[in-house]
Structures are given as structure tokens and as C-alpha cells.
């Protein structure tokens, strides 16, 4: 049973899966706002677009 509690202190893998996990958190995060602000932009780019084109009718 020592050895067991021993072996179960030393071991950092699940350290290194929660590492990997705020990785990924961090990195979805910036994507999300990356494709929002551009999603926001393009909006304003299409209703800019469709008004001049409105406006020529």
C-alpha cells in the first residue's frame, strides 16, 4: 500500500492532461473572439455592400 501511495504522488500525468486542458480553454477563447470581431466586421461590410446596391435601383 505504500508503494502504491508513493507511486500515485509521483505520477504528474494528470497534471499534465489539466495542463493541456488550459491550453486548449485558452486557445478556443482567442478563436472565439478572433471569429467575433471579424463576424462583426463583415456584418458591416455586407450592409454597407447592400445599401450602395440599394441605393442604385
Known amino acids: 500500500m ?9 505520477d504528474e500525468s494528470g497534471a499534465t492532461a489539466i495542463e493541456y ?7 478556443s477563447v482567442a478563436i ?3 471569429v467575433q470581431s471579424l463576424g462583426s ?3 458591416t461590410t455586407f450592409s ?3 445599401a ?4 442604385t435601383n
Not at 2 to 10: A, D, E
Not at 21 to 27: F, H, K, T, V, Y
Open 2 to 10: 505504500n508503494t502504491l501511495v508513493k507511486r500515485f504522488v509521483k
Open 41 to 43: 466586421n463583415l456584418n
Open 48 to 50: 454597407n455592400v447592400s
Open 52 to 55: 450602395a446596391l440599394g441605393k
Open 32 to 34: 472565439i473572439a478572433v
Open 21 to 27: 486542458g488550459l491550453i486548449a480553454a485558452g486557445i
